[in-house]
């Protein structure tokens, strides 16, 4: 594997231990998935913030770590609302290895902002080497904004963010890129729809490329739900939608010779049918856009039900006259976490959502049951509909 002078430097230990033990790690990394040399990337996001995630382990190698970051990096989000634990009912055991998780990254360089929607503050731009880890950021910085990464591990991301490198393969690389399978959807998607979309292709994928035509035009929103449902049940490194994403056009020649699947709204997901306790939105974490639809359909309405709604503190600070009106109708805007990385989520045996991700890891990660929905059904669901 080729180093640069600068790069063998730090493998040396000439920059301290801990920057020499996190070179060794990418290097050791590159080796197994053979790449030749180390790309230098822009920015990091780094999963493995909640204490449920990482446990004494993660944080004991967090606190040995003596380094800081010497590129842009930032959090996942942690396993509560760092301002609102209680609120949640997170006991203070949890709350305090929580705190100390978070302090122990804060001592590297890496900023707070606990999200998994990292490109509506800091959107990386096109052709850009960056080390995300979040498999929804990942996705979606691939496919809709045209940067590239890898899905790296939480370890992995953090070495990256402290010596400013990453190896070079797979998304890194431009023909690693291209679709291997054309879907063609047959039915004009919506909302949810394209949740429940990600789930099945990603189910039948595995980690294959695909290209979409569509006879719908998904919003951004759209599109970061189905490549985070894609990511999530099975392990979608990006993808392609035909007039929509910018690396599309390149490969529409290809065409005739990709393998080619037929999907039907008939053919996407049906929930299991319980009776949801609570409705959690914002996985991944809600735009602006989607919090001004929360509100609106809020309006006039009085929350019945639990209704967690999650987004990133920066887009909650960003708006929070739409935030106040939120809750004034009686729901929760939480900042920091989500109901995926979060024990306070098992409190319910069951939660009606919004996403195909969540649908995905509530059952997986956390062993609840989950009811997949339309946002307005989630709304009017947390209002005591039926």
């Excluded at 920057?19 to 990337?41: P, S, T």
């Excluded at 998304?171 to 909302?191: I, N, S, T, Y």
């Excluded at 005739?256 to 049918?273: H, K, W």
């Excluded at 319980?274 to 359909?297: F, I, N, R």
């Amino acid at each position: 594997m080729h180093l640069t002078p600068q790069e063998q430097a730090m493998l040396d230990g000439e920059e301290g231990g801990s920057v020499q033990e996190c070179m060794e790690i990418l290097v050791a990394l590159g080796k197994v998935f053979g790449a030749e040399r180390l790309v230098r990337v822009r920015s990091a996001q780094i999963a493995g913030v909640s204490y449920a995630t990482i446990g004494e382990g993660g944080l004991h190698w967090l606190e040995h770590l003596d380094a800081k970051v010497r590129i842009p990096a930032w959090m996942n989000p942690a396993g509560m609302d760092i301002k609102r634990w209680r609120d949640m009912g997170i006991d203070e055991q949890f709350a305090q290895r929580q705190m100390r998780v978070m302090s122990a990254y804060m001592r590297l360089g890496v900023e707070p902002a606990c999200t998994c929607t990292p490109y509506y503050v800091h959107p990386p731009k096109m052709g850009e080497h960056v080390a995300w880890s979040e498999s929804s950021a990942v996705v979606f910085a691939n496919s809709v904004c045209g940067a590239r990464t890898n899905r790296e591990g939480g370890p992995s991301a953090l070495c990256a963010a402290i010596t400013g490198r990453t190896p070079c393969y797979g998304m890194h690389l431009e023909h690693e890129r291209a679709p291997r399978v054309h879907v063609v959807v047959e039915d004009v998607l919506k909302g949810h729809e394209y949740g429940a979309l990600g789930l099945l292709m990603g189910e039948r994928l595995g980690s294959t490329i695909p290209l979409f035509t569509m006879r719908s035009v998904p919003t951004r929103d759209e599109l970061k739900a189905l490549g985070a449902a894609m990511a999530a049940s099975g392990s979608v490194p990006m993808f392609h939608v035909a007039n929509i994403t910018p690396e599309a056009q390149k490969y529409m020649q290809m065409l005739p010779e990709l393998e080619r699947i037929t999907i039907g709204r008939e053919e996407l997901l049906d929930t299991v049918q319980m009776e949801p306790e609570a409705v959690a939105l914002g996985c991944p974490h809600c735009s602006a856009a989607e919090l001004k639809t929360v509100e609106q359909m809020l309006r006039g309405k009085s929350v019945r039900r639990p209704l967690w709604v999650f987004t990133s503190r920066a887009v909650a600070d960003a708006n929070a006259s739409i935030v106040r009106s939120i809750e004034r109708a009686g729901a929760k805007v939480l900042c920091d976490t989500c109901m995926v990385v979060s024990p306070a989520t098992r409190q319910f045996s069951c939660v009606m959502v919004n996403s195909g991700k969540a649908y995905r890891y509530l059952r997986t990660l956390q062993g609840i049951q989950a009811v997949l929905a339309s946002t307005r059904q989630c709304i009017e669901w947390a209002c005591g509909g039926r």
